[in-house]
């Protein structure tokens, strides 16, 4: 896909993955609508995107997690059209779901990882549909694979963005508009700060860099599904066929107790 003059829209831009692919888009020609509730971190990359590559940037500092996040995105756009949208932002709650310390945390990560990044897709795909030109990548996990005792709600939300891009992917076929879901797997970010060190403990990390050389596989991939490394795809491929009660076995015994136990 050509970049070039395009306005990508980015959320969870102000750091990890999502900054890494506004970067990336900027240096090949996008304009960028960063997106995220750091103000300050957002002003920092929206600075260095400037200097670095002269292009537009438009900083929207909001928390995606409450109601009328969609509304207030696109408020704040005016009129710009978003060519491409990246569904990036979220975030990860372990332990036992029945441990749960604090239900608001939980049903404003449900809120991010699932409600408004449908809200954003429904919301920018017909401008694209109607131009005959556009993407959506939504960032979903390895863990929307199967389900993950320990990491319950969080991987039901990564299905369900698998799960929603599969079928927009086949709704928008035939329209040049590619939808997609990206899979990470475990990266160097920020996110285990939030989710828990413990859910990532003891697995190699996937660098940002790499998680962005997929990105833009995924959107030259008439896929509508991409995880990030080769083997990590061969392991989604199998949690898939393979058994749930063998599945939650495995899971369980590698992951539930270490994260339940923090
Ligand atoms: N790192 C991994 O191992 C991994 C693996 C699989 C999937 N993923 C997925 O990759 C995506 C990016 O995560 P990351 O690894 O880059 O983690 P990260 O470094 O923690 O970045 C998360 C981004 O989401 C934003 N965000 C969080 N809550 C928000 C809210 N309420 N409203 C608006 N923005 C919010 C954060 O910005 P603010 O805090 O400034 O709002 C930040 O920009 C997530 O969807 C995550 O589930 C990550």
């Known amino acids: 896909m050509d970049f070039t003059d395009t306005t990508a829209l980015i959320t969870g831009a102000s750091g990890g993955i999502g900054a890494g692919i506004a970067r990336a888009l900027a240096a090949r020609g996008a304009d960028v609508v960063l997106v995220a509730r750091s103000a300050d971190r ?3 990359l929206a600075a260095e995107i ?3 590559h002269g292009r537009d940037v438009l900083v929207v500092a909001t928390d995606l997690s409450t109601p009328g996040a969609g509304e207030r995105v ?3 756009l005016g009129d710009r059209r978003v060519d491409v949208l990246v569904n990036n932002a979220g975030f990860g709650l372990s332990g036992r779901l029945a441990d749960t310390p604090d239900l608001t945390r939980l049903t404003a990560m449900v809120t991010l990882n699932c409600t408004t990044l449908a809200d954003l897709t429904a919301r920018f795909l017909p401008g694209m549909i109607e131009r005959r030109r556009g993407a959506v990548v939504n960032v979903a996990s390895m863990a929307g694979y199967f389900p993950a005792p320990g990491l319950a709600a969080y991987a039901a ?3 369900f963005v698998v799960s929603l891009s599969q079928a927009v992917w086949a709704e928008t076929r035939g329209t040049g508009v590619r939808v997609a879901a990206l899979s ?6 920020g996110f285990f700060d939030v989710a828990g060190e413990a859910s990532g403990a003891g697995m190699r ?13 995924t959107l030259d991939a008439d896929r509508p599904v991409v995880v990030d490394g080769r083997l990590n795809e061969v392991g989604a491929r199998l949690a898939r066929l393979a058994p749930r009660g063998a599945v939650l076995r495995a899971v369980g015994s590698r992951f539930a107790d270490r994260v339940s136990a923090r």
């Open 42 to 44: 957002l002003d920092a």
């Open 50 to 52: 400037r200097r670095a």
């Open 74 to 76: 696109q408020a704040a």
């Open 157 to 159: 939300t990564k299905a």
């Open 184 to 189: 990470p797997t475990v990266t160097d970010t």
């Open 205 to 217: 990390r996937r660098s940002v860099e790499q998680v962005v050389a997929t990105f833009f596989t």
